[in-house]
T-cell receptor, first 112, second 113 residues
Framework: GQQLNQSPQSMFIQEGEDVSMNCTSS?????WLWYKQDPGEGPVLLIA???AGELTSNGRLTAQFGITRKDSFLNISASIPSDVGIYFC????????????WGLGTSLAVNP | NAGVTQTPKFRVLKTGQSMTLLCAQD?????MYWYRQDPGMGLRLIHYSVGEGTTAKGEVPDGYNVSRLKKQNFLLGLESAAPSQTSVYFCASSGAGTPRDYTFGSGTRLTVV
């Protein structure tokens, strides 16, 4: 099945550092979503993006919907230990039985 | 408001045994999904349902069956478990509006020995 190219695959950073990750696709999406999965839990929505070029923030998180509609970026500023987890991007187009197309995830570890 | 509830949370099966994983949602969502998550492979869709009484195959359906007899419940069955089905299984549900209401359960960790 189709999957998005998400990078990096993993990151190990020091507390206080900024983090950037991105997702690319060979096809266009109308909606991009970013999720976080805490250890032992299911993914939880962080940010949803609906318009090309859109830049949306949620606290220390900022995500952008690429102009080409084939990519999206997530930045985390001033990382803290509770940012640890797996971050997933997902693309969505209406009419696909509401199925999301997923990236493989970015695993983030934060050293206090 | 419980959202999406999965039972059981953990299970160990012997090869060849059968079991059913239950997913229940209380958000009146039309759509429900079963995923499996394996290290380095992200979330892979097993089966999904677009409404009560309907089911459809996802990306990796072999070895699994599903049923959606009631709108709020989506059952995933393993008829003859294999070690390759050792995984973490997630159920999700979604309404008919924007995809931001896509909600996951907390997962079932299944080990087949």
């Amino acid at each position: 099945g189709q999957q998005l190219n998400q990078s990096p695959q993993s990151m190990f950073i020091q507390e206080g550092e900024d983090v950037s990750m991105n997702c690319t696709s060979s096809s266009i999406f109308n909606t991009w979503l970013w999720y976080k999965q805490d250890p032992g839990e299911g993914p939880v929505l962080l940010i949803a993006l609906y318009k090309a070029g859109e830049l949306t923030s949620n606290g220390r998180l900022t995500a952008q919907f690429g102009i080409t509609r084939k990519d999206s970026f997530l930045n985390i500023s001033a990382s803290i230990p509770s940012d640890v987890g797996i971050y997933f991007c997902a693309g969505y187009n209406a009419g696909n039985n509401r199925k999301l197309i997923w990236g493989l995830g970015t695993s983030l570890a934060v050293n206090p | 408001n419980a959202g999406v509830t999965q039972t059981p949370k953990f299970r160990v099966l012997k090869t060849g045994q059968s079991m059913t994983l239950l997913c229940a949602q209380d958000m009146n969502h039309e759509y429900m999904y079963w995923y499996r998550q394996d290290p380095g492979m992200g979330l892979r869709l097993i089966h999904y349902s677009v409404g009560e009484g309907t089911t459809a195959k996802g990306e990796v359906p072999d070895g699994y069956n599903v049923s959606r007899l009631k709108k709020q419940n989506f059952l995933l069955g393993l008829e003859s478990a294999a070690p390759s089905q050792t995984s973490v299984y997630f159920c999700a549900s979604s309404g008919a509006g924007t995809p931001r209401d896509y909600t996951f359960g907390s997962g079932t960790r299944l080990t087949v020995v």
